[in-house]
């Protein structure tokens, strides 16, 4: 019986097979595609390797543009030959068998795609993009200061190092064991400190005043970096000193004395003697950063005088640097009628130190009242960019990716037929 049985299941699948073959042959005959990758080009695994070399070209150029160093070029340019190689090699398998099977557009279509886009783009980021990402540009923008609850703008003080060139005879020197004062308002000596007060109320202090001489270092140093001779004095303001209002003025006032036998006859600077430096900085940036990178104004002032001093603030973002502001300085002085701290003229006989007059050749420190104030609560601020950013060149990829998709729809001849 088992014999019998086997011989019967062999003899059903050789009847299955022939009646499998003389189907084939008959859908030939007919030309309907039973194995549509035996009769057409390009092969289905020509197409899956292009798609496949296309995701891992996108994948690397990502890399390679969200990481813009020169060790991602030679990546680049392997990762990119080796795909494109792969691809080539499957279409040009494909086409020694053209004389015997039908030509696919929309197929072929998609693996111009690929392969163009491959090439096109690594040539591209070579010679543009690589180099976009690795240049900086600045952009500029106008926007309110800072804001609190009750939308009221604020702009905090800056710091300030006063100096002077002890090198250089027409600069005023600087008085120790003297008072250096500061307000914010008006000058009232007894005004209560500005620490005892919260930065709402200093923004709006108006008429009234605070005393911020204690953010005053009240030392005068000799030496301000290395070899540098300027003597320096700072004001270091905490971050409530704030002003909520342009007609608010921060006033600060420098005790000096000079030496005209110093002076050189004839010098056109004397009009203007004695004079300092002023170093106005924010003081987020250390003093001696901001002097020898150039992130500070640098003005120089007629000590003998009234000067005030109008700040229109920039806000900088640069890379590698603590975002922070940048003050254009408008001086102006008005010029004081007598100074009576020549020590040129000092009476050094007389015991009287009072206010010099026409009749005595007396002495005593001068005092030059600086005032700040805000041109506006608006700053422009400028940020340091690449001239391309991940977006720019995202962006950039799809425009040509685009235009590759069109030259290959051409190419490939989808263009000139409506065949699928």
């Not at 001489?213 to 409530?240: L, V």
Request: negative net charge.
């Amino acid at each position: 019986m088992a014999p019998m049985r086997f011989r019967l299941h062999n003899q059903g699948l050789v009847v299955c097979i022939l009646i499998w073959n003389r189907a084939r042959h008959y859908m030939k005959g007919l030309g309907v595609m039973v194995d549509p990758e035996a009769n057409c080009i390009p092969r289905t695994r020509t197409v899956v390797a292009a798609l496949i070399s296309l995701v891992v070209f996108f994948v690397v150029g990502g890399l390679a543009i969200k990481n813009p160093s020169e060790a991602w070029l030679p990546i680049a340019y392997f990762v990119a030959t080796i795909l494109d190689l792969l691809i080539a090699a499957f279409a040009l398998t494909d086409l020694k068998l053209r004389q015997h099977r039908r030509y696919r557009r929309s197929v072929a279509n998609t693996v111009f795609t690929c392969f163009f886009t491959i090439l096109v783009m690594t040539v591209l980021y070579a010679t543009e993009w690589h180099a976009a990402s690795n240049s900086w540009i600045v952009t500029t923008s106008s926007e309110k200061i800072e804001a609190d609850s009750s939308t009221k703008n604020r702009a905090p003080w800056p710091a300030v190092l006063i100096m002077s060139d002890t090198a250089a005879h027409y600069q005023a020197s600087f008085l120790e064991h003297q008072p250096w004062t500061c307000f914010i308002g008006q000058d009232i000596p007894d005004a209560p400190a500005c620490s005892s007060m919260d930065e709402a109320e200093i923004a709006q202090i108006e008429s009234n005043s605070c005393n911020c001489s204690e953010s005053y270092d009240q030392t005068i140093y000799d030496h301000f970096i290395g070899n540098d001779t300027k003597r320096t004095i700072s004001f270091m303001p905490p971050s409530y000193l704030v002003t909520g209002d342009v007609q608010t003025f921060f006033n600060l006032h420098v005790t000096f004395n000079y030496n005209s036998s110093r002076w050189v006859s004839g010098d056109s600077i004397l009009r203007d003697s004695p004079n300092i430096w002023l170093l106005v900085y924010d003081p987020v940036i250390p003093a001696q950063q901001a002097y020898e990178t150039g992130t500070a104004g640098l003005t120089l002032m007629n000590a003998n005088g009234f000067t005030t001093i109008t700040l229109t603030p920039n806000y900088m973002r640069r890379r590698d640097s603590t975002p922070h502001y940048e003050y254009d300085a408008q001086v102006n002085t008005s010029p004081m009628l007598d100074v009576v701290c020549d020590v040129a003229t000092r009476n050094m006989s007389s015991a009287n130190k009072t206010v010099k007059t026409p009749e005595s050749n007396a002495y005593a420190p001068c005092n030059a009242p600086i005032a700040f104030r805000f041109a506006n609560l608006e700053r422009q601020t400028a940020t340091e960019r690449p001239a391309m950013q991940w977006g720019d060149i995202v962006m950039s990829v799809g425009s040509y990716f685009a235009l590759v998709q069109f030259v290959c729809w051409v190419f490939s001849g989808l263009a000139w037929s409506g065949a699928i």
